[in-house]
T-cell receptor
Framework: DTEVTQTPKHLVMGMTNKKSLKCEQH?????MYWYKQKAKKPPELMFV???????INESVPSRFSPECPNSSLLNLHLHALQPEDSALYLC????????????FGEGSRLTVL | DAKTTQPPSMDCAEGRAANLPCNHS???????VYWYRQIHSQGPQYIIH???NNETNEMASLIITEDRKSSTLILPHATLRDTAVYYC??????????FGTGTLLAVQP
């Protein structure tokens, strides 16, 4: 199994809603990532979890709250988002070897109304 | 992390080799060069990486200059399915890959 699975594929939410994006991998990888990608722009790193602990937070606003309940799962909790947060949210994972490669999911496309 | 410079777009005829350049003049000795691509509406896909030596796999070849200040990704026989944005990334640790603006490769029939 070399897949990173993200759900839902599409999500529409209002600015007062609370929702979550989910990411799952069964490759035994111990590092997992969230990236945000706006249209026609490169992916921007948001968070990195290493051995289920948050190791990198790229100064992301607190309305985005990551969670890593176990080594296979990564969540991104969303609350009080703004329309400009509409984007493709990508999850990735990798083994922790220095020369490892990132495996990306297909992304969750979020629209904030 | 060192920054990279890539042309914004390139064209290539189907069946011909596609050579995608990348400048990384501030690369440090322990930093690797990674290449990823992103086909429209999909997640990025790892292609290849290298440190000093040239590398080849089933997808592509990576040529790194001796001074390591630039590299070229070579797709030996481009197909229409290779149309994508290609990202060159320099990183010392896989726990922080920062994407630049990339090159949009358009393979023409």
């Amino acid at each position: 199994d070399t897949e990173v699975t993200q759900t839902p594929k599409h999500l529409v939410m209002g600015m007062t809603n609370k929702k979550s994006l989910k990411c799952e991998q069964h490759m035994g990888h111990r590092a997992m990532y969230w990236y945000k990608q706006k249209a026609k722009k490169p992916p921007e790193l948001m968070f990195v979890y290493s051995y289920e602990k948050l190791s990198i937070n790229e100064s992301v606003p607190s309305r985005f709250s990551p969670e890593c309940p176990n080594s296979s799962l990564l969540n991104l909790h969303l609350h009080a988002l703004q329309p400009e947060d509409s984007a493709l949210y990508l999850c990735a994972s990798t083994g922790l070897a220095l020369t490892g490669e990132l495996f990306f999911g297909e992304g969750s496309r979020l629209t904030v109304l | 992390d060192a920054k990279t410079t890539q042309p914004p777009s390139m064209d290539c005829a189907e069946g011909r080799a596609a050579n995608l350049p990348c400048n990384h003049s501030t690369i440090s000795g322990n930093e690797y060069v990674y290449w990823y691509r992103q086909i429209h509406s999909q997640g990025p896909q790892y292609i290849i990486h290298g440190l000093k030596n040239n590398e080849t796999n089933e997808m592509a070849s990576l040529i790194i200059t001796e001074d390591r200040k630039s590299s070229t990704l070579i797709l030996p026989h481009a197909t229409l399915r290779d149309t994508a944005v290609y990202y060159c990334i320099v990183s010392g640790a896989t726990n922080k890959l920062i994407f630049g603006t990339g090159t949009l490769l358009a393979v023409q029939p």
